[in-house]
């Protein structure tokens, strides 16, 4: 997505995004980051907020969410 942002910037200087706000806390765009950065190697390391991934997870769930608990985190079921 920041590729894609910066390509559409350099291309039109004059372009604004009006919807990033939006974009960037839509539920779907957190999960997917918070994935991510629970998946890396370092994600055990506290960041920059001094916070790990299990931190984070205890105090606000998961996936980042509030009021989401790890324990509520849907699954999806395949099929076979």
Do not use: C, Y
């Amino acid at each position: 997505m920041q590729t894609k942002l910066h390509r559409w910037a350099v291309a039109d200087s004059g372009r604004r995004f009006d919807d990033l706000f939006n974009l960037v806390h839509d539920p779907a765009t957190l999960i997917a980051a918070f994935d991510r950065v629970a998946g890396n190697r370092g994600a055990r390391t506290p960041g920059v907020d001094g916070l790990t991934v299990a931190d984070v997870e205890e105090a606000v769930g998961a996936p980042g969410l509030p009021g989401q608990h790890p324990a509520q985190r849907t699954t999806r079921r395949l099929s076979g």
